[in-house]
């Protein structure tokens, strides 16, 4: 026991007494005890944690009289309450360690499975994360990357032999297994022939291209990591590149020391954690090299996205670009490990980055505008005029359908097409199935479209009500329309594919006066929209659009100012 002099003493009101003075090791002793009362163990936490971060004398007490080990032990508990409060005390104790021992603090971390425990215990426990854990793990994780800073901050110093042999490994490891890491003077050339294949921007001397901050001596660790870990992944990367002779290779050293500052920048390394921010990765807790394996993850879809782009080194800031955006879309979708992050980075690609830029260039503010509105108004009826006349052109040059035929093993045919002045569908049978255009003399049948009462798809359609109709599969059910006419008759269709199904049925829904509702309308609109108002706008690109037209001035006193022609 300390001496009452260096007892610190706090007020804590207990459930069913009177305020009563405390002594810390005492409050301590409830949070180091397997078995206590959940509200006493609740508010033990919390007032813990508010000595730590309001006093260092106390944050030192504090650090004496708990354990770590027990702290981790909270949260392996069912009750989320605890288990944040634990958290939260682990964050304070974590945040106001001296730098010189946070290593070894998250070492200890490390060693008693913290990682694996908020895993199992937490992230996919049976409750959901609640707001107040979901901040505490986001004070965790920004801690934990904080401990890079150092290294972020490091400049290579050039003449340490123990950090260029660092360089020389990643030398060594692709172009020259065997070597000496001594070297010798007649080997520089061939050095610096390397060097500048691996990608460094000073391939006389690769130990410049440390020297900034950041990302510092960070990117070096990541580099070897690589290299060491996913070896074969770092050979391939290198090789591939430095194999082409088209301008088109991409510089893996510029690229991982840059691609390395990027990820300082997202994950906001050496900064504080923000208060009411609770953006935490839970693929972050999922591998005790998050970091780097983060980093692997990322130089690969660098690499990916560069020859998607077919970039050459005037492009390297465009695509740094893409790939940031790249990146902090596919956090945004927070997956739960590393091999989900792989998957979606791998669905968007340099193509499908520039939809989405499209897309949200749509629906930003300008777009929505009055003005903007009222012109997509007055273009939308163009547009849907043009994609009609395209529908009635396509029916006008005609389809070849399958029949549906009972108990023959034989597939007969038949070909449908409109009349060139849009008033009489011919049809007749074929012999076999044709691609192109059968003439109007062949297709003996007729129906005027005068006559037609109804288009009917699907299961509505009477060819899908036969019993024989009945086994075919739901692929012919979703390409299946039919044409009523007088006097009840009906013409009953099964298009070839999804395309032509919808071609038919807007076709027949134009001819009689009725909206296009198809997939395939709805996607050309789109389509079309967007380049006719793109093509309108061209001029306007950069300009603030107002919202109401500019008032109209006053009328002038005199017109004196007008020249008579007369």
Not at 133 to 152: D, S
Not at 488 to 498: G, H, I, R, Y
Request: aromatic share 8%; net charge negative; charged share 25%.
């Amino acid at each position: 026991m300390p001496s009452p002099s260096d007892i610190v003493k706090v007020a804590i009101e207990w459930p069913g007494a009177n305020a009563q003075l405390i002594e810390i090791d005492q409050i301590a002793a409830y949070v180091n005890q397997p078995m206590v009362d959940v509200s006493i163990l609740q508010r033990s936490l919390a007032i813990l944690e508010s000595m730590v971060l309001n006093s260092h004398s106390l944050y030192q007490r504090v650090a004496q009289e708990t354990t770590v080990a027990q702290l981790i032990t909270h949260l392996q508990v069912s009750n989320q309450e605890i288990q944040t409060y634990a958290i939260a005390l682990i964050n304070a104790l974590f945040l106001k360690t001296p730098e010189d021992r946070r290593q070894e603090m998250a070492s200890t971390l490390a060693q008693k499975h913290l990682r694996g425990i908020i895993l199992n215990h937490i992230i996919r426990g049976n409750r959901p994360v609640k707001a107040e854990m979901a901040h505490q793990l986001y004070v965790l994780q920004v801690l934990t990357f904080n401990l890079l800073e150092e290294r972020m901050m490091t400049k290579m110093d050039p003449n340490d032999q123990t950090q260029r042999d660092i360089i020389f490994e990643l030398r060594r490891i692709v172009f020259d297994g065997d070597s000496d890491p001594s070297g010798t003077e007649k080997r520089k050339a061939i050095y610096t022939k390397d060097y500048k294949m691996l990608g460094f921007t000073n391939p006389v001397n690769p130990a410049m291209d440390f020297t900034q901050t950041p990302p510092g001596m960070l990117a070096l660790d990541n580099m070897l990591y690589l290299a060491k870990v996913h070896q074969d992944t770092y050979i391939r990367i290198v090789l591939e590149n430095s194999s082409r002779e088209d301008k088109h290779e991409c510089p893996f050293g510029r690229s991982a020391i840059e691609l390395t500052r990027v990820l300082c920048d997202i994950l906001q390394v050496g900064e504080l954690p923000n208060e009411g921010c609770n953006d935490f990765h839970p693929m972050f807790f999922t591998h005790e090299r998050a970091w780097e394996e983060f980093f692997c993850v990322c130089i690969q879809l660098l690499n990916k996205t560069w020859k998607e782009m077919r970039a050459t080194a005037e492009d390297f800031n465009k695509v740094m670009t893409v790939v940031r955006e790249q990146i902090t879309r596919a956090l945004a979708m927070k997956p739960p490990s590393l091999e989900q992050l792989r998957v979606k980075l791998r669905s968007l690609s340099y193509a499908e980055v520039l939809r989405l830029r499209q897309s949200e260039r749509m629906s930003q503010d300008d777009f929505q505008s009055p003005p903007i509105i009222e012109l997509r108004e007055r273009i939308q009826p163009e547009i849907l005029e043009l994609i009609k006349q395209q529908r009635l052109s396509r029916l006008c040059e005609g389809s070849c359908f399958r029949k549906l035929a009972n108990r023959r093993r034989q597939e007969k045919f038949w070909f449908c097409r409109l009349s060139l002045n849009h008033k009489v569908l011919h049809y007749g049978d074929l012999d076999e199935s044709t691609q192109g255009e059968v003439p109007f003399e062949l297709l003996t049948d007729t129906i005027p479209v005068s006559d037609i009462k109804a288009v009917l798809t699907g299961k509505d359609c009477p060819h899908m009500k036969e019993k024989s109709a009945l086994k075919q599969n739901k692929e012919v059910l979703e390409l299946a329309f039919s044409i009523l006419y007088d006097p009840d008759e009906a013409l009953n269709f099964v298009a070839t594919n999804k395309y032509e199904y919808c071609i038919w049925t807007d076709g027949l829904s134009a001819l009689l006066g009725k909206e296009l509702g198809s997939d395939l309308t709805r996607s050309d609109l789109d389509t079309l929209m967007s380049m006719e108002m793109k093509l309108r706008l061209l001029d306007l690109e950069n300009i603030t659009i107002p919202e109401a037209p500019p008032p109209v001035p006053k009328e002038p006193s005199t017109y004196n100012f007008t020249y008579n022609y007369g």
